[in-house]
Each structure stands twice: as C-alpha cells, then as structure tokens.
C-alpha cells in the first residue's frame, strides 16, 4: 500500500488512517525502530536487543573486589561505610 503524506515543519508526519488500521502494532503511543538509507524509511515495531545476562562473569567480579584490600581496609568495609556517611 502506498499513500502520499506530507513532511510537516518540525519533520512530524502523520500516518494516514488506512495505514494505521491495516497494521495492528501500529497504535498510539507505539515504540517503533527506524532504519534508513538514501532512498527509504523504514519504520517497525521496536525490539530492543537483549544480551544474555553472564551472571557467573558478574559474580565473579564481585568476589574480586571484596577481595581488594588498601591500607584502609577492603573495598566492601569502604563502600558500607561510605554508604553509612551520605
């Protein structure tokens, strides 16, 4: 389906409503990606890419900074302190 729109001053546009009724993830307030190149727009509904979360690589850091140790103490006896004094 092709219709003609017009750019509007502050570059909005308002999709036609026989757009928005042929396409059901097309509602207000929808959150949608744009790709572009020279010649097109492409707009779709936005999928926020999603990295797998590496739980031990997070646990393992952790370890690794409560093992810290400076002239003060170590680094979880800061932090706890630090978070006591604001």
Known sequence: MEQVITIRQRGQITLPKKIRENIDWLVENSVVGIKTS????????????????NWKNIWEKIKLSHSFKGKKGNLSQFIAKDRQTH
């Not at 010649?39 to 797998?52: F, H, L, R, T, W």
């Open 38 to 53: 020279e010649a097109e727009i492409c707009i779709s509904p936005y999928q926020e890419s999603v990295k797998p979360i």
